[in-house]
């Protein structure tokens, strides 16, 4: 198993277990990436590092709405974890 920073490199064989809040898991067999969830219970998948933006759709392809929607969102995670400076730059 292998630590780079705050991100475990392993195959899918071998969960890292609880290793904490805010800890990823990049699996080295099936290019997937997770994230340990806040209570430390399970993996949350985050995306495929082998597809462009890990699968994810891009914010230049999203509709206004839809970024405002997910923006607000993002400013409730925030608030949620205590953040009080973001800055998503200009587009």
């Known amino acids: 198993m292998s630590l780079i920073g705050n991100h475990y490199i392993t195959p899918s064989s071998e969960d890292p277990g609880s290793v904490g809040f805010g ?4 699996q080295s067999d099936t ?4 994230v340990r ?3 430390n219970t ?7 590092t082998a597809t462009a933006n890990m699968g994810n ?3 230049t392809s999203v509709p206004e709405a839809s970024f405002n929607a ?8 925030a608030q949620l974890y205590g953040v009080s400076n973001i800055n998503c730059g200009s587009f």
């Open 23 to 26: 800890y990823y898991w990049d």
């Open 31 to 34: 290019g997937l990436e997770f």
């Open 37 to 39: 969830n806040t209570s």
């Open 42 to 48: 399970a993996w949350t998948f985050v995306g495929n």
């Open 57 to 59: 759709v891009s914010v």
């Open 70 to 77: 997910g923006y607000a969102a993002l400013l409730q995670l």
